[in-house]
């Protein structure tokens, strides 16, 4: 997808754009309008049209007892204030990713991904089965939330370079885009980091403000087009490694819905999880063969002292917060070590054995 076709169908519009929309939720015959505000750019590829179709399959689920109207970044508020939205009463829901709140709770960044951290399968049984979701219930008590996963990329790749990477020695002072957590391990590897919304980023590499840049994977990468200001293209991450998406209700709203209309945002949340993340599994293989046929894209591994790092890194970023003065995020901190430490024994013994053997042996 051209950068420029797809900016112009996204059609972010201006905060005051919809102001309109502020008033009060619609209430008419028992029927209930909702807000989502979402971080993502409008018919983004994977999250945007995920976050879209989550609102309209509780629409539909719901009969149209609860409509869920979709506002893509700024066209309510700014992206990165999509949840403080909902804290405020703006909106009732939000679609982003836990990470972009660390600096209300550095325990935030754990629902969506951890450096040298889980896939996607381990967080999901961390989340589901393994007592995740009742801590993150806690943390988000604190401002009046409530979050849903409700998608995940996989492993992403590990960013956007102008130029290559030949040891640790070539990050230090890179000025780079990486929010959570990794942000954290990069800083300690050297470079300066910053978080900016998707929509931000492409400028931001052309202008030289940057001088380099993840966001995703390919599917998303291609369609913000990256590929045009940098051609080293590095994976796979370290710091992400089966990242989630969230949806986030404001809690009284939501417990005071009836139960069915509860389970709906639930369940589908659920569905849209799973949904999600095929997406991406589909579609990053496609998207990675034009970035490289079509645009010249040079695919790179990080070298071994990078990755090596970039583990110890990782280790002391956790170990930091597993210290932590506050006792939800020592919790939080305990709780995904514990549960890493069961869950990958299955990963390690089990999937990549397999994963292993079929690259060695299976051809078509």
Same mark, same amino acid.
């Given at each position: 997808?051209?950068?420029?076709?797809?900016?112009?169908?996204?059609?972010?519009?201006?905060?005051?754009?919809?102001?309109?929309?502020?008033?009060?939720?619609?209430?008419?015959?028992?029927?209930?309008?909702? +807000?989502?505000?979402?971080?993502?750019?409008?018919?983004?590829?994977?999250?945007?049209?995920?976050?879209?179709?989550?609102?309209? +399959?509780?629409?539909?689920?719901?009969?149209?007892? /609860?409509?869920? !109207?979709?506002?893509?970044?700024?066209?309510?508020?700014?992206?990165? !204030?999509?949840?403080?939205?909902?804290?405020?009463?703006?909106?009732? %829901?939000?679609?982003?990713?836990?990470?972009?709140? !660390?600096? @209300?709770?550095?325990?935030?960044? *754990?629902?969506?991904?951890?450096?040298?951290?889980?896939?996607?399968?381990?967080?999901?049984?961390?989340?589901?089965?393994?007592?995740?979701?009742?801590?993150?219930?806690?943390?988000?008590? !604190?401002?009046?939330?409530?979050?849903?996963?409700?998608?995940?990329?996989?492993? =992403?790749?590990?960013?956007?370079?102008? @130029?290559?990477?030949?040891?640790?020695?070539?990050?230090?002072?890179?000025?780079?885009?990486?929010?959570?957590?990794?942000?954290?391990?990069?800083?300690?590897?050297?470079?300066?980091?910053?978080?900016?919304?998707?929509?931000?980023?492409? =400028?931001?590499?052309?202008?030289?403000?940057?001088?380099?840049?993840? *966001?995703?994977?390919?599917?998303?990468?291609?369609? /913000?087009?990256?590929?045009?200001?940098?051609?080293?293209?590095? %994976?796979?991450?370290?710091?992400?490694?089966?990242?989630?998406?969230?949806?986030?209700?404001? @809690?009284?709203?939501?417990?005071?819905?009836?139960?069915?209309?509860?389970?709906?945002? +639930?369940?589908?949340?659920?569905?849209?999880?799973?949904?999600?993340?095929?997406? *991406?599994?589909?579609?990053?293989?496609?998207? /990675?063969?034009?970035?490289?046929?079509?645009?010249?894209?040079?695919?790179?591994?990080?070298?071994?002292?990078?990755?090596?790092?970039?583990?110890?890194?990782?280790?002391?970023?956790?170990?930091?917060?597993?210290?932590? #003065? #506050?006792?939800?995020?020592?919790?939080?901190?305990?709780? *995904?070590?514990?549960?890493?430490?069961?869950?990958?024994?299955?990963?390690? @013994?089990?999937?990549?054995?397999?994963?292993?053997?079929?690259?060695?042996?299976?051809?078509?």
């Amino acid at each position: 997808m051209d950068r420029r076709s797809f900016i112009a169908k996204a059609g972010v519009l201006g905060v005051g754009a919809a102001s309109a929309a502020l008033a009060a939720p619609a209430v008419a015959q028992g029927n209930i309008t909702w +807000r989502m505000v979402t971080t993502w750019p409008k018919n983004f590829p994977g999250l945007g049209v995920g976050a879209q179709r989550l609102a309209d +399959r509780i629409t539909a689920a719901s009969g149209g007892r /609860l409509t869920v !109207q979709v506002y893509s970044a700024g066209e309510l508020v700014p992206p990165l !204030q999509s949840l403080d939205a909902v804290i405020d009463g703006t909106a009732e %829901m939000s679609h982003g990713a836990a990470y972009y709140w !660390q600096n @209300k709770s550095p325990a935030l960044s *754990f629902f969506t991904g951890v450096p040298y951290g889980m896939t996607t399968p381990e967080l999901t049984a961390w989340v589901r089965f393994l007592g995740g979701q009742e801590i993150w219930d806690e943390i988000y008590d !604190q401002f009046g939330v409530k979050g849903f996963l409700s998608g995940n990329t996989g492993t =992403q790749t590990g960013g956007w370079f102008r @130029k290559e990477l030949n040891s640790v020695d070539d990050i230090k002072g890179v000025r780079f885009r990486t929010p959570g957590l990794g942000g954290r391990v990069w800083e300690k590897l050297g470079a300066t980091v910053t978080n900016l919304a998707a929509g931000e980023i492409f =400028q931001a590499l052309q202008s030289g403000t940057l001088d380099a840049a993840e *966001f995703v994977g390919p599917y998303n990468d291609l369609a /913000l087009g990256f590929y045009q200001v940098a051609k080293n293209y590095y %994976m796979p991450s370290f710091v992400e490694s089966g990242l989630a998406t969230e949806l986030a209700v404001d @809690k009284k709203k939501y417990l005071d819905l009836p139960d069915d209309l509860q389970a709906i945002i +639930r369940d589908v949340s659920q569905a849209e999880y799973d949904q999600v993340s095929a997406d *991406f599994i589909a579609n990053d293989p496609r998207a /990675l063969k034009t970035l490289i046929n079509d645009h010249g894209v040079i695919v790179r591994n990080f070298p071994d002292d990078i990755m090596d790092a970039g583990a110890t890194a990782s280790v002391e970023v956790v170990e930091e917060l597993r210290n932590s #003065d #506050d006792p939800l995020v020592k919790k939080t901190t305990e709780s *995904f070590i514990e549960a890493l430490n069961l869950v990958r024994e299955r990963t390690e @013994k089990i999937d990549s054995p397999y994963v292993r053997a079929r690259e060695k042996y299976l051809r078509y």
